[in-house]
């Protein structure tokens, strides 16, 4: 059989298998645009505000393919052609996968209050001193902002409180320092009392400063932790979830 009879033989010709490939080249795109946007600000490709509009096109072109992968799906069913309605599935179940991602984000961003400095000691937080010349050439302020953020973060984050380690001083400065190592923090400076360190963002390579400070107390070494952003008015609670993760940092070096 020719392949002239083939091709008249296949209901809807070649467009169910044209709007299916349409789909995975859109998801392809859009794929480029979300992953290409974090690296090419933290190699100083774009600016910050390129990168997030690279997101935003990313964001938009997902739904566009999950669209007509949605498109491709109903017409190679319509036209009962197997292959072109699985690959517009994949590719609409593709586009969710990749669009939770950013709703995900968007959803913290809701929620979360617009703070970026986060810490367990709102009326005497641990300062910034090793780091203050990396934070004052960025956006946010070296000093804590005051009792703007301390009210909106006791309502948002009421459990972010100091720990209180029962052991000798230098002992609990070397756990808290083996936390802050385990998490892969970059420790800027280092003393018996005081552990400054940045962490640094896997994607976009954002820089988020941490000061730790030690006090000897009755109760033991009670340790307190400041962590701030150098960028953006709000953080989607990324700094308390940090200071949650270092605290449970402790308690696995603990145990």
């Given at each position: 059989?020719?392949?002239?009879?083939?091709?008249?033989?296949?209901?809807?010709?070649?467009?169910?298998?044209?709007?299916?490939?349409?789909?995975?080249?859109?998801?392809?795109?859009?794929?480029?645009?979300?992953?290409?946007?974090?690296?090419?600000?933290?190699?100083?490709?774009?600016?910050l505000?390129?990168?997030?509009?690279?997101?935003?096109?990313?964001?938009?072109?997902?739904?566009?393919?999950?669209?007509?992968?949605l498109?491709?799906?109903?017409v190679?069913?319509?036209?009962?052609?197997?292959?072109?309605?699985?690959?517009?599935?994949?590719?609409?179940?593709?586009?969710?996968?990749?669009?939770?991602?950013?709703?995900?984000?968007?959803?913290?961003?809701?929620?979360?209050?617009?703070?970026?400095?986060?810490?367990?000691?709102?009326?005497?937080?641990?300062?910034?001193?090793?780091?203050?010349?990396?934070?004052?050439?960025?956006?946010?302020?070296?000093?804590y902002?005051?009792?703007?953020?301390?009210?909106?973060?006791r309502?948002?984050?009421?459990?972010?409180?100091?720990?209180?380690?029962?052991?000798?001083?230098?002992?609990?400065?070397?756990?808290?320092?083996?936390?802050?190592?385990?998490?892969?923090?970059?420790?800027?400076?280092?003393?018996?009392?005081?552990?400054?360190?940045?962490?640094?963002?896997?994607?976009?390579?954002?820089?988020?400063?941490v000061?730790?400070?030690?006090?000897?107390?009755?109760?033991?070494?009670?340790?307190?932790?400041?962590?701030?952003?150098?960028?953006?008015?709000?953080?989607?609670?990324?700094?308390?979830?940090?200071?949650?993760?270092?605290?449970?940092?402790?308690?696995?070096?603990?145990?």
């Amino acid at each position: 059989m020719s392949a002239l009879n083939r091709q008249r033989r296949l209901r809807g010709g070649r467009w169910p298998a044209r709007i299916a490939w349409l789909s995975v080249l859109l998801l392809l795109l859009a794929a480029l645009l979300l992953a290409g946007a974090g690296p090419a600000y933290r190699l100083d490709l774009l600016p910050l505000g390129s990168a997030f509009g690279m997101l935003r096109r990313g964001i938009q072109i997902t739904a566009g393919a999950a669209a007509v992968g949605l498109l491709a799906l109903l017409v190679a069913t319509l036209c009962r052609r197997l292959q072109p309605a699985l690959l517009g599935g994949l590719v609409v179940a593709a586009a969710a996968i990749m669009l939770a991602v950013p709703w995900l984000h968007w959803q913290r961003a809701q929620t979360a209050p617009p703070i970026h400095d986060i810490t367990t000691d709102t009326e005497d937080p641990p300062a910034f001193e090793a780091l203050a010349a990396a934070r004052e050439a960025a956006p946010n302020a070296v000093e804590y902002p005051g009792e703007a953020f301390a009210r909106q973060q006791r309502e948002a984050y009421p459990d972010i409180e100091p720990l209180v380690l029962e052991l000798p001083l230098g002992l609990a400065r070397d756990v808290a320092e083996a936390a802050v190592l385990d998490l892969g923090w970059e420790i800027a400076d280092n003393s018996l009392t005081r552990i400054e360190a940045t962490d640094t963002t896997t994607w976009f390579g954002f820089k988020d400063d941490v000061s730790i400070r030690l006090t000897e107390t009755d109760e033991g070494v009670r340790i307190d932790v400041r962590s701030a952003s150098r960028l953006g008015r709000g953080d989607m609670g990324t700094n308390a979830a940090r200071i949650r993760d270092y605290f449970e940092a402790i308690e696995r070096r603990l145990d």
